[in-house]
């Protein structure tokens, strides 16, 4: 009987060593190491940034985030001062998490094994990492709306209409609900997507045996595309969570000036 | 009786990969459609369509998780 190679990977991150109270698996670890070398290497590119930037480094990522700043704007429907308050989580989430995703193409990571587990472990291949970030991302949402829209207006973002009809209450807890499902399905669409692939590569290298690093190149490609294109979800769905989680409800606060949002997605 | 596991794998990556490819197809013919009516803004339709493309392709790769994690 033939059976399919199972993925090499375990589902969850492996426990490297306990920090006292807290396990420390090897995504953590890694996770830190990519944020450690993305702060130093963004601190470099801001500090040698001038106006006529002579530095190659600050060049390109002045050149980055001027073109994320630009998509980050449209989103928020060309509102550039609303745009830039959320600038730097956006960029963060789409930079870190970009980067996170490529970092599991590396040679060495999951193959270097420390007592028999894997030393490294991209950090967006952990569903608890994930959960994070789209905790992180979502608080954010609703604190700006809060903060935004006031109680009043954040209740009737949810509970709009006369709430004596007990249709606009069904429809408020069902718009409770998907807010929970927002919760489940960013965390989840970013670790499946990254874990699947990465499961994939080693299935695919198991499967052609010798010629393992011919069949996993075009594999190699599309994991490039996928991690470019979740890192860039990930930030529009948040820039689009916080341009919606204000636009409704505010009809009735005729202080607040509501700009046309051009949500997508 | 007994079902051979290859055969369940096989078969939850073929039907898996029914619904994901058809929701590629339409979205890739709505962005040539649409380019193709106004191709001014071709920038902003192709952001929609790969947004849309990342929201399809989130069920094919939780096809792929059940069937790399299951034994």
Not at chain 1, 20 to 30: A, D, E, K, R
Not at chain 1, 106 to 119: A, K, Q, S, W
Not at chain 2, 40 to 45: A, L, N, R, S
Request: hydrophobic share 55%.
């Amino acid at each position: 009987m033939i059976s399919l190679p199972m993925a090499t990977e375990a589902l969850a991150a492996e426990k490297l060593f306990d920090l006292g109270p807290l396990p420390v698996t090897n995504s953590m670890i890694f996770g830190v190491i990519i944020a450690a070398a993305l702060l130093t290497i963004f601190g470099l590119a801001a500090r040698s940034s001038q106006l006529w930037p002579k530095s190659r480094v600050a060049y390109w990522f002045e050149t980055v985030t001027e073109l994320i700043k630009g998509m980050v704007v449209d989103t928020f429907g060309g509102d550039e001062k609303r745009a830039l308050r959320h600038f730097p989580l956006l960029i963060t989430l789409f930079v870190f998490i970009l980067t996170c995703n490529l970092s599991g193409l590396l040679p060495g990571v999951g193959t270097i094994t420390y007592n028999d587990t894997p030393l490294f472990r991209a950090w967006t291949t952990d569903l608890n990492s994930t959960l994070a970030m789209a905790t992180l991302a979502l608080a954010t949402v609703h604190i700006y709306a809060l903060k935004e829209i006031g109680a009043r207006g954040y209740f009737r973002h949810f509970f709009s209409g006369n709430l004596k009809n007990p249709m606009n209450i069904f429809i408020g807890l069902n718009e409770l609900f998907g807010e929970i499902l927002r919760l489940v399905t960013l965390s989840l669409r970013l670790f499946g997507v990254i874990y699947g692939g990465e499961a994939l590569l080693s299935a695919i290298s198991v499967l052609a045996g010798n010629f393992g690093w011919a069949a996993t190149l075009p594999i190699m490609f599309l994991e490039i595309f996928v991690a470019f294109v979740q890192a860039y979800l990930f930030m529009m769905l948040t820039a689009s969570y916080l341009v919606m989680a204000v636009s409704h409800g505010s009809e009735e606060s005729e202080t607040h000036v509501v700009q046309p949002a051009g949500a997508k997605g | 009786m007994e079902v051979d596991p290859s055969l369940i794998k096989g078969l939850t990556i073929g039907l898996g990969a029914i619904g994901p490819a058809v929701g590629i197809g339409l979205i890739g013919a709505a962005v040539v459609g649409a380019v193709g009516r106004n191709p001014e803004i071709q920038g902003k339709i192709l952001a929609t369509a790969f947004i849309m493309v990342g929201l399809v392709d989130a069920v094919f790769a939780f096809v792929l998780l059940i069937l790399f994690t299951t034994s």
